[in-house]
């Protein structure tokens, strides 16, 4: 994959977001890059210049005592958090779901001032024949979701933010309910240290409104520390169906499921006691951010669940799951 401009290298391509358009298979892929650095005294990171419209570099001493470089993804220091990448979209296109052609242009860049540290973690969800992508924005002010919209994944439209820090892990219904838009999201509480599901509705996708704490996580089970939606919802006859991503004590990201009533759904009819999938192979506990499984957006076609995932936030994999095993493993 290469970086978007000279100067900087990609570390990682994950999390991507996935529909169908046409006869392909697409796949919005989150593109991490940073500097070139040849200096092992100093770590390098950029952000977005809102004014010059361009990325600028950004220098910290690893000698300096001021700064915490222990987490891979973060740069702290006593001015502020800043991240050790920036992220931007690129498209990639499929006739089979498995072979990709990948587009060497961003299809969406960081552009405002709620991206100057990137945009993350895309979902796409389409809209009575509309692709809505809402996605994560970060900037000092502290992370936000934002939402855009395309007819062909050529030109895309901005619509701003629609849930404000800390808020990440949002995810579309794809249809109304009861005249009504839904949408799952992950609240941050650093008051109680709470990161719960909530769910939201909505007139006009952008405005959102009567907020309903839904679920978080459970004491000694796999998603004991934090919970997220993962992929976007869809309809089965028994309800809906989300397929999460739940945190362990030790910061292990595996895949869950929980079903949703089918017209109310606040309701939680079932939910997984174990993951349906969790990191075991040598590209999943080994990366930039390793033991690590979090999709994004998966296909549901027949029986077959197409999980595309990011793996130990450093490369995009696909793995098949069984609709009807995955109902049957859900406890209510």
């Known amino acids: 994959m290469k970086p978007s401009q000279e100067g900087f290298e990609v570390i990682g391509v994950f999390n991507a977001g996935v529909a169908r358009l046409d006869d392909d298979v697409v796949l919005l892929l989150r593109v991490a890059q940073r500097p070139v650095n040849d200096d092992p005294a100093v770590v390098l990171t950029a952000l977005y210049d809102v004014s010059r419209r361009e990325l600028v570099t950004k220098k910290f001493s690893v000698s300096d005592r001021g700064v915490d470089f222990s987490d891979p993804r973060l740069i702290k220091t006593t001015a502020g958090t800043y991240l050790t990448s920036i992220s931007h979209f690129r498209l990639a296109r499929s006739k089979d779901g498995i072979h990709f052609e990948v587009e060497e242009t961003p299809a969406l860049f960081p552009a405002t001032a709620y991206e100057t540290f990137g945009v993350e ?177 998966l296909l549901h076609e027949g029986d077959t669940l197409k999980v595309y995932y990011g793996a130990a936030d450093t490369t995009i994999c696909y793995a098949e799951l069984s609709l009807q095993e995955t109902l049957a493993s859900l406890k209510s």
């Open 121 to 297: 973690d895309p979902r796409i969800t389409v809209i009575d024949g509309t692709y809505c992508i809402d996605y994560v924005g970060v900037c000092a002010s502290g992370v936000t979701t934002c939402l855009a919209s395309t007819q062909d994944f050529r030109s895309f439209r901005r619509h701003g933010v629609i849930f404000s820090p800390e808020n990440k892990d949002v995810v579309l219904f794809p249809e109304k309910i009861g005249h009504r838009f839904y949408a799952l999201h992950r609240p941050v509480s650093p008051l109680f240290g709470r990161q719960d599901i909530w769910l939201a509705e909505s007139p006009d996708l952008v405005c959102w409104g009567n907020h309903r704490h839904l679920f978080g996580p459970r004491a000694q089970f796999w998603d004991e520390a934090k919970v997220g939606a993962g992929a976007v919802p869809f309809r089965t006859e028994q309800g809906w169906l989300e397929v999460y991503h739940g945190v362990d004590r030790d910061n292990r990201y595996c895949l869950g499921a929980v079903l949703l009533d089918g017209d109310e759904p606040w309701k939680i009819l079932a939910r997984s006691t174990e993951p349906i999938f969790e990191p075991e192979t040598r590209y999943e506990c080994t990366g930039f951010f390793g033991n690590v499984v979090f999709t994004c957006g």
